[in-house]
């Protein structure tokens, strides 16, 4: 196994205080064969030189500098250098578990799994941390349409792949919630998902940070429009089951969107956009069997008075 090399691209873009613990505990992994590729997105603070400087104390590291594109465009570059038989993604604010690459690997290819999967803790800046992703406590494979239980937490950080999942699939430039879009697709592509139940992926919460701002922004149509996809994506493959529950998803993003954003000018056309997502979701949870009465009610009134919906729910 020790042959098998791993492609780890790491997206940087103004994290100077954070990088060095995140390349440190990449570059310090039990399992030696790696790939690091460190993208600088057009930082203007030292994290560009840094790199450069990681580079120089580890043959493993290859750095690329780019003007800025987004998160998104930053991992798109690095996957075009990488030539790993798996790939790995980490955030560069966060960091890994010493063995999370070599137990990935391990349940990938003993279980003969394209996907594996680690559980993912969130870390504050104060040092605490909690539970954020954490299916299973022991390992286990999830194969048949129950590998789409994984959709529940679409980061690709916390997961190693193997390459021909991501063929021809790449990240949406300029989007937001850039997992949600794809993740679907490659969770489709692979046969059978390895749960190692492993604390392996270490996030930071930290304000300036994406996660670490207002939710509910505009931003946040990107999102209904992943989970939109990702709707279209499951019923057009035959995965029913789990495109009523994106439906459900869709109808939550929608209210919460109704309920937070204040309509502007500027997101008008969003919200137009966004009504006509609806349809998808109000067409085939009405029409289902599995939907409650109490849900086909709030389907209705979301629909036709969705003043009269946001107070009564």
């Not at 994506?233 to 939550?252: D, I, K, P, T």
């Not at 109704?258 to 009504?275: G, L, S």
């Amino acid at each position: 196994m020790d042959e098998v090399l791993i492609s780890v691209v790491v997206p940087v873009y103004n994290v100077e205080h954070y990088l060095k613990k995140c390349v440190d505990s990449i570059c310090h992994q039990t399992y030696r064969n790696l790939e690091i590729i460190l993208v600088d997105d057009g930082s203007t603070d030292r994290s560009g030189s840094l790199c450069d400087e990681f580079a120089t104390s580890d043959s493993r590291i290859r750095v690329i500098h780019k003007s800025n594109g987004g998160l998104s465009d930053a991992r798109n570059a690095g996957m075009e250098l990488a030539s790993g038989e798996w790939w790995m993604f980490v955030d560069s604010d966060d960091y890994i578990a010493p063995d999370t690459a070599e137990t990935l690997l391990l349940a990938a290819v003993e279980n003969h799994c394209e996907i594996a999967v680690c559980n993912m803790m969130r870390i504050y800046e104060d040092g605490k941390q909690e539970p954020f992703y954490c299916p299973v406590t022991e390992p286990t494979i999830w194969a048949g349409e129950q590998r789409f239980e994984t959709l529940r937490q679409p980061s690709v950080c916390n997961k190693l792949f193997r390459v021909d999942v991501f063929k021809g699939i790449r990240f949406p430039k300029g989007k937001f919630y850039e997992d949600t879009f794809v993740y679907h697709a490659l969770a489709h592509r692979a046969s059978r998902i390895a749960l190692t139940g492993l604390s392996g992926y270490y996030y930071l919460s930290r304000r300036e940070s994406i996660l670490g701002q207002s939710q509910f922004t505009d931003r946040y149509f990107d999102y209904v429009e992943a989970i939109h996809e990702r709707a279209m994506f499951l019923f057009n493959h035959g995965v029913s089951r789990y495109g009523e529950e994106a439906c459900l998803s869709l109808y939550a993003a929608i209210v919460n969107s109704t309920k937070n954003i204040r309509k502007t000018p500027q997101n008008a056309e969003h919200f137009q956009k966004m009504w006509e997502w609806y349809e998808l979701a109000y067409r085939n949870l009405m029409s289902s069997p599995d939907t409650s009465i109490k849900q086909k009610l709030r389907l209705f009134f979301l629909k036709y008075a969705p003043k009269i919906h946001n107070k009564l729910y």
